[in-house]
């Protein structure tokens, strides 16, 4: 099963309105500095004591930074039943430099 999506793959699910929950798994002090609109934000070392507050039913997209946090998080509750769990390739960078400029980079 693919645990991945790129930027590019969820601007189209974001244009065509389907369903998918953003999860955030950066540090308070990140989303200052960059962030997406209506995401669920759980730091990563949070993610053990309060991944229950996620649906698992639901396809969830989860980003950090660059991608390696997201993926480590993504392996986590897919070990915890979450079927339709995907990092978002590249993290965050990634969306600013292929999708949105107007994301900074940081």
């Known amino acids: 099963m693919r645990k991945e999506i790129t930027p590019a793959e969820l601007k189209s699910r974001f244009d065509a309105h389907e369903p998918v929950v953003l999860l955030d798994v950066r540090e308070p002090e990140e989303l200052v500095l960059a962030s997406l609109p209506d995401v669920i934000h ?3 070392g949070d ?3 309060r991944f229950q507050e996620l649906d698992p039913e ?3 997209v989860v980003l950090c930074h660059h991608g390696m946090r997201s993926a480590s998080v993504v392996q986590f509750l ?3 039943d979450f079927p339709r769990v995907l990092n978002l390739a590249g ?3 990634a969306w ?3 999708v949105d400029p107007s994301v900074p980079r940081y």
């Open 42 to 44: 759980i730091p990563m």
């Open 47 to 49: 993610i053990p004591a």
């Open 58 to 60: 639901q396809e969830i």
């Open 78 to 80: 897919a070990q915890r």
């Open 91 to 93: 993290g965050i960078d």
């Open 96 to 98: 600013s430099v292929e």
